[in-house]
Nanobody
Framework: QVQLVESGGGLVQAGGSLRLSCAAS????????MGWFRQAPGKDREFVAT????????KYTDSVKGRFTISRDNAKNSVYLQMNSLKPEDTAVYYC???????????????????WGQGTQVTVSS
């Protein structure tokens, strides 16, 4: 059973930065793509970013391109999301997820990821 634990969320002013971390309980995540999703109150969970198994390819949703960076350290069984220039509309619970394949999904929907963390709250004040 894969367990994912997110950390690093919090309250930040608009324009600020946060770095989210996701630690996995097993080394098998080093063989699969990883992703970050977010869910705001009253909205569906949405894709934010994904990275392939070796960290050579990434994909982002348009609204975070140029502001967020996903990375991974397979030696530490960890994935990160560096978030800069945060906006109030980035406010959400952020979830880490392990993919079903080593490659980035063409369409990164929630169905392409089969293990999920419990989420960490990110709140951006204006």
């Amino acid at each position: 059973q894969v367990q994912l634990v997110e950390s690093g969320g919090g309250l930040v002013q608009a324009g600020g930065s946060l770095r989210l971390s996701c630690a996995a309980s097993v080394r098998t995540i080093s063989t699969v793509a990883m992703g970050w999703f977010r869910q705001a109150p009253g909205k569906d969970r949405e894709f934010v970013a994904t990275i392939n198994w070796i960290g050579s390819l990434t994909k982002y949703t348009d609204s975070v391109k140029g502001r967020f960076t996903i990375s991974r350290d397979n030696a530490k069984n960890s994935v990160y999301l560096q978030m800069n220039s945060l906006k109030p509309e980035d406010t959400a619970v952020y979830y880490c997820a392990a993919g079903t394949s080593s490659t980035i999904p063409l369409v990164p929907t929630t169905s392409k990821f089969n293990y999920w963390g419990q989420g960490t709250q990110v709140t951006v004040s204006s």
